[in-house]
């Protein structure tokens, strides 16, 4: 079972460049969710989807957007990458209305922004 | 809103060895879960343990164990008998239980463990 896919895992832009991370998870799982992780800070919550169809902010959205193109996929997009942006994004999700159930994650993408 | 606190940036311990990280965390929830996940060199996220704060009974799996006091809103991880796989980064991380199942966890800023021979 391959779980949670993130694509790519490492990736490299200058300033003001695009691009979307992609996930995808075989699990039939309803909640996605898309984490920062930067030294010192933890992990911090960018946006989620609860099910299909929804997506909502986290702590730390501006500079992104995403899609839940499917219940299977949970795209992030950095429209104009800024140097803050520079860090390890990941991909996760769980099983809606089973609250017990654990995150699953994805193995990471380190972005690079110069 | 919750906050995790992790005091210990970096700890080291020596091989078979016991070992005990720290987390505090601020909530005026009454109901709630609280998680340990390990983040090896690969950088996975990898599921520790988990206690749920109205269980007054300590979480334990295998070699890991929680010392959870929940007035004193500590949530500490012990880690009998460690061994060199045991090294990573150990992030502490707060969930408030939502009906629609929806999974918002609080992470604290993570202590790195490093066992030695």
């Known amino acids: 079972n391959a779980g949670v896919t993130q694509t790519p895992k490492f990736q490299v832009l200058k300033t003001g460049q695009s691009m979307t991370l992609q996930c995808a998870q075989d699990m039939n799982h309803n909640s996605m969710y898309w984490y920062r992780q930067d030294p010192g800070m933890g992990l911090r919550l960018i946006y989620y989807s609860a099910s299909e169809g929804t997506t909502d902010k986290g702590e730390v959205p501006n500079g992104y957007n995403v899609s839940r193109l499917n219940k299977r996929e949970f795209s992030l997009r950095l429209e104009s990458a800024a140097p803050s942006q520079t860090s390890v994004y990941f991909c996760a999700s769980s099983e809606a209305g089973t609250i017990r159930e654990k995150l699953f994650f994805g193995s990471g993408t380190q972005l690079s922004v110069l | ?117």
């Open chain 2, 1 to 117: 809103a919750q906050t995790v606190t992790q005091s210990q940036p970096e700890m080291s311990v020596q091989e078979a060895e016991t070992v005990t990280l720290s987390c505090t965390y601020d909530t005026s929830e009454s109901n709630y879960y609280l998680f340990w996940y390990k983040q090896p060199p690969s950088r996975q996220m990898i599921l520790v343990i988990r206690q749920e704060a109205y269980k007054q009974q300590n979480a334990t799996e295998n070699r890991f164990s929680v010392n959870f006091q929940k007035a004193a809103k500590s949530f500490s991880l012990k880690i009998s008998d460690s061994q060199l796989g045991d090294t990573a980064m150990y992030f502490c991380a707060f969930m408030k239980p939502l009906n629609t199942g929806f999974q918002k966890l609080v992470f604290g800023t993570g202590t790195r463990l490093l066992v030695s021979p």
